[in-house]
């Protein structure tokens, strides 16, 4: 499903010549509509994450869904999105195939959206919207994971997922790599770049980085 297009709105604003006092009001509306935005979908999620752990709701666009989707090509069974926003890479997964399909988002706003979407598409009963802390929730049994999150938070996440995922788990993360992780496979250029990470190599490599670092061998 298609997310409705924001600019589409601005067109008829875009026609029109308007005068000092019409540009004024514009941008009066414009920083209220910001405001609004923040305090309504972004402020819900943020008031119990630690300021190093925020990340912006940036909504994944078409091309970065579909590179998500090339690289679990060949891929089955339950796909997890960590702060999975308004839904639209937990609908895509569950369309390839995938399921159970799950997204886990604080923003209780963008949970409505999500199901909103998921209802949209037919699917509401199929895919499964939850709020729930990602930290706290335990991935032991995922096959599949997908993150589009803040480098200051995959930083942090490398150790939870090396502690839970089963070594036949992949990792898809957009727009940032893990830092420490040397991936499987990319696909994509700039901000939709993404990479895949199958977690039994990235063990295997991180194991034979402590060892020859003990060895003193160059790494």
Partial sequence: MDQDDPGEAMTELQERSIGGLGVMQLAVGAGLFVYAVWA????PG???VPLKLQVPYVPANKRQVQNVLNL???RSGKIVDLGSGDGRI????????FYPAVGYELNPWLLRLSRLHAWRAGCAQRVCY?????WKVNLADCSNITVFLAPSVLSLLETK???ELPNEARV??????FPNWEPTATIGEGLDKVWAYDVGHVRQTMAERAAAFEQGTPV
Wanted: no cysteine; hydrophobic share 50%.
């Fill in 40 to 43: 309504g979908f972004l402020m």
């Fill in 161 to 163: 997922l090396l502690a």
């Fill in 90 to 97: 937990v609908l895509a997964a569950y369309r390839r195939g």
């Fill in 130 to 134: 939850l709020k729930e802390d990602l």
């Fill in 172 to 177: 898809i993360s957009g727009r940032f790599p």
């Fill in 46 to 48: 943020f008031r119990r």
């Fill in 72 to 74: 679990l090509q060949g």
